[in-house]
């Protein structure tokens, strides 16, 4: 998975940020829309690099502390990394009393993942727990890439892992 500077290589300071550049043009420049500028930077790394968050900051003429609190306010932003194919897990009431624990329980323990270390070392995985993916009636749900297994239990949430190791390989 490339970096910030690895993607951006070679060009100097406000050019090796060209990307965000060309997203902040797309926006007018305009601090009024630093969610959807936050999104597509997203879209672009992956997630939102501090550096990227500060040039954001800097070419919006807003403090850095702004930018920091809106990707971190919405749970859709992330601060670090994500693995090519992110696993979102419920764990809301009606999927947490369907038992999604040890669903959790099995692909951290086949991924090597913790409460803490939640994207796998190749970056081909990330597992989240989530409140609620507004699909009660099919307890326990896991998300995949945007496509929803109902009913799931560890035997299928792995055959799933498994599946998408094989096509990945």
Do not use: W
């Not at 968050?53 to 403090?63: D, K, Q, R």
């Not at 409140?131 to 496509?147: F, N, Q």
């Amino acid at each position: 998975m490339e970096n910030v500077e690895e993607k951006n290589a070679g060009a100097g300071a406000a050019g090796s940020f060209k990307r965000i550049c060309g997203i902040l043009e797309r926006h007018g420049r305009n601090p009024a829309k630093l969610v959807p500028i936050l999104q597509d930077v997203q879209e672009e790394y992956r997630y939102l690099p501090r550096e990227a968050m500060n040039f954001v900051a800097t070419s919006l003429g807003i403090p850095p502390s702004r930018v920091f609190g809106v990707a971190t306010f919405y749970s859709h932003f992330a601060l670090e990394p994500k693995g090519r194919h992110v696993i979102k897990l419920c764990d809301g009431t009606a999927c947490h009393v369907k038992k999604s624990t040890p669903i959790l329980e099995a692909l951290r323990g086949r991924l090597g993942l913790s409460e803490e270390v939640k994207t796998t070392k190749d970056m081909l995985f990330t597992v989240e727990t989530v409140s609620c993916l507004g699909a009660c009636g099919l307890a326990p749900v896991m998300l995949v890439d945007e496509k929803v297994y109902g009913q799931t239990s560890p035997e299928k949430a792995l055959e799933i892992v498994e599946k998408i190791i094989r096509e990945e390989a």
